[in-house]
């Protein structure tokens, strides 16, 4: 049940591709606290994907949309606007997509063709969103932007490959937009650090079940789950979190400032005992 802390509010929902995704629980979320959305995904996942059965279920319009390109954004922003009747209140980026982890090319045998792909579709794709808000002047005031990035910025995971540094950069472009967001119309721009989560896009990376297991058992509240994270999204779009801007914010269930916890020799043991039985 809600209550009402989107009431009124606008939103646009990039990246909800089936009940895996965290932006599909981020998007019922929303409406379910008394917001209207338009969700957005590019043209090939509306014929794979379930998103149409979230729009009928929402009372959504679908505005498919390629995020790397500028012509896309301008109309999905405009469309919007036009569908919702008025300027966005908040905006959720959830796109990631690395070619070189789905070929599984390891990371010192990357094709750089594909790593600059990876950069423009997961972070480069963040910048252009907020670039082509801010030139249609498509952000209501006080509005909130979310990107969703994860540990690996910050951290060494070999296994997510160029995804780390994509996340580094997606970081950093909701540092340097958000002051001028800021500074414009008070619109503040944030990322949420999640928990390893099971995700279509998540459980292509190598190795990513044992992952998660490992993350579970060192966070003192063990992992993040996808409807927690949107919860957490709705506080961040509410008008609760007004100063809150061009952070990095930490949602894992308190992994990130863990060094060893009990729980992880106990995980290891098994995992090594089931290993040898197999």
């Known amino acids: 049940m809600g209550n009402n802390l989107l009431k009124g509010k606008r939103g646009i929902i990039f990246g909800a591709l089936d009940e895996k995704?965290?932006?599909w629980k981020v998007a019922e979320r929303c409406v379910e606290e008394g917001a209207t959305i338009t969700l957005t995904n590019v043209p090939v996942a509306l014929r794979f994907g379930g998103i149409k059965e979230l729009a009928k279920q929402l009372n959504a319009e679908i505005i498919p949309a390629d995020a790397t390109k500028i012509e896309d954004l301008e109309n999905l922003f405009t469309k919007s606007?036009?569908?919702l009747g008025g300027k966005i209140d908040f905006v959720l980026h959830s796109i990631g997509m690395s070619i070189n982890v789905r070929k599984k090319r390891g990371y010192t045998d990357i094709k750089y063709d594909w790593m600059q792909k990876t950069f423009d579709i997961s972070a480069i794709s963040f910048h252009k969103t907020m670039q082509t808000a801010m030139k249609l002047?498509?952000?209501a005031d006080w509005g909130s932007?979310?990107?969703?990035t994860y540990i690996a910025a910050q951290r060494t995971?070999?296994?997510?490959?160029e995804m780390a540094e994509s996340k580094a950069l997606l970081e950093s472009f909701a540092r340097s937009f958000g002051y001028h967001f800021g500074v414009k119309n008070n619109v503040r721009v944030n990322t949420i650090s999640q928990s390893p989560t099971v995700t279509t896009a998540g459980s292509g990376v190598k190795g990513?079940?044992?992952f998660l297991s490992y993350a579970d058992k060192l966070s003192p509240l063990g992992n993040a789950s996808s409807n927690a994270c949107a919860d957490y999204c709705v506080t961040m779009f509410s008008d609760l979190t007004r100063m809150v801007t061009m952070q990095n914010l930490f949602h894992d269930g308190g992994f990130s400032n863990?060094?060893?916890?009990?729980?992880?020799f106990d995980w290891a043991k098994e995992y090594v005992k089931n290993a040898e039985n197999e």
Not at 145 to 148: A, C, N, Q, S, T
Not at 258 to 264: E, K, S, W
């Open 21 to 23: 995704s965290i932006a």
């Open 81 to 83: 606007m036009e569908i």
């Open 137 to 139: 002047d498509a952000m």
């Open 145 to 148: 932007i979310l990107g969703l």
């Open 157 to 161: 995971f070999p296994d997510y490959s």
């Open 208 to 210: 990513f079940n044992d």
């Open 258 to 264: 863990m060094g060893m916890g009990p729980g992880v």
